[in-house]
């Protein structure tokens, strides 16, 4: 008995010691051990540090540190989205997200001239863009615009600048405003005049399917202040501007084919807009786009013009206005045997390539040359019905009749309608895209028939 208390005491005193050695031990580790750092910690990993004394060590942990982070955020540019861009202050680690909200900006071109184009020399133009500098293209242009030729006016069947020289205009026309009014703006007037190097612009304003005459107050307004706006940016592009009043008797109000059913609301109309314009020399008055049916004669389009013509000349005296006829516009005959009894008249011919045998080259250069002043305010190289593939050979003939008259034309249409007669392929965000990428190819083969008939190519 006495023995196994013996061992007892024994053991209790050597677990006594144990522990107190133990305590000992762990006082050593802060005042006596050597420590030594065998991996530092980094942000993201533990680092661990090494106790020794004599033969005896051990290792513990030192926890990970954690990213100290900064988060910056990067603009979007031209092409791309913008970026939140977390890095850590520490380690230097980089966490890139991108930012959806922030999205691409989109390019916005400028043009500047590099070489200019005096009096009809070839200039050189750079299209580039301002924001990030990159280079779109270099082109020959050559200014032929109001700054060149200024005011307008007729002489005999010509039309003449200042100085009585013949003067051709090219340009293109707008779709329905009421449809295609968004295409009236200054970015993507001025990039269509700058891909085609044109001089003419001409405002669309249909009379009927669902148009000025025949939509509510608010959307007449708005369509007004679309054609005014119109002519206020060509003006500013250093352009001529044709605000065409657009009868055509298309859709269901099949009266609209005579330019005397809206006679009333075009009166209203001219007064208004020669009033608001009277300080504007470049703009040209179309007073009926194209009469037609087989009741629709040349003595009610005359009667309906003179009727028209005296509102706009109270206001803008000088003016040209630019007459319809029979026909959807295809008559010159008629007016040729009675025309107009006003100054600075011009007769408008449409005609459209695919369909020949309705309109030929010959009304065009006998009316012209018994001295009537024509002016193609619409064409097309397809089918009348605006559709349909494009009749090259035809087209080509028709240009070489007009050029070599100094014949002016303009075409149909700046929209990205799903019809050949719409020159654009698709609708883009900023609607300035006229690059050859973007046109089908009645755009295409209309800025290459110009630019070879001003010396361009
Ligand atoms: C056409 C448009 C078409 C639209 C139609 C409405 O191309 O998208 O649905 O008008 O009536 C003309 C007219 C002109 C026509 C064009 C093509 O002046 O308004 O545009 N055309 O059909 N005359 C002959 C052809």
Known sequence: MIKLRKILFILLLCFSIVLVGCEFNTEEDYHNWDSEIVKEATCTEDGIIRYTKGSESHEDAIPALGHVSVTDSIPATC?????????????????????????????????????????????????????????????KYVNNGYSRYGKLHVEGANLVDKDNNPVQLIGLSTHGLHWYGE???????????????????????????????????TEKERLYQLVLSGVKIATKLDMYAIVDWHMLGGGKNKDD????????????????????????????????????????TWAICKAYAEEIIPIIRANCPDAIVLCGNPNYSS????????????????????????????????EVTKAYSAGLPIFITEHGGMDADGDGAIDYDSIARWYSALDA?????????????????????????????????????????????????LGLK
């Open 183 to 217: 295409y009236v703006n200054e970015a993507s007037l001025a990039a269509a005049k700058e891909a085609f190097n044109i001089n003419v612009f001409r405002f669309s304003l249909y009379t009927s399917e669902n148009g000025y005459c025949e939509c509510s107050a």
């Open 405 to 453: 008259r100094n014949i002016s034309y303009v075409a149909w249409n700046i929209s990205h309608k799903n019809e050949s007669s719409g020159i654009l392929s698709s609708k883009k965000a900023n609607l300035d895209d006229f690059s050859n990428d973007n046109l089908k190819a009645w755009g295409k083969y209309y800025k290459a028939h110009i630019k070879e008939r």
């Open 79 to 139: 092409t791309e989205y913008g970026k939140d861009i977390t890095k850590c202050d520490r380690c230097g680690e980089i966490i890139t997200s991108k930012n959806n909200a922030n999205k691409p900006t989109g390019h916005h071109f400028v043009t500047e001239i590099i070489q200019e184009s005096v009096n009809g020399s070839i200039g050189i133009k750079k299209r580039y863009c301002e924001e990030c500098e990159m280079v779109d293209s270099e082109y």
């Open 331 to 362: 008559d010159l005959s008629s007016p040729r045997r009675n025309p107009l009894s006003f100054d600075n008249i011009m007769y408008t011919f449409h005609f459209y390539a695919g369909d020949e045998d309705m309109q030929s080259t010959t």
């Open 257 to 296: 084919r005579n330019p005397q059913y809206y006679q009333e609301e075009a009166k209203e109309f001219f007064d208004r807009i020669t009033k608001d314009l009277a300080d504007y020399d470049n703009v040209f008055y179309e007073i009926m786009n194209e009469p037609n049916g087989s009741k629709v």
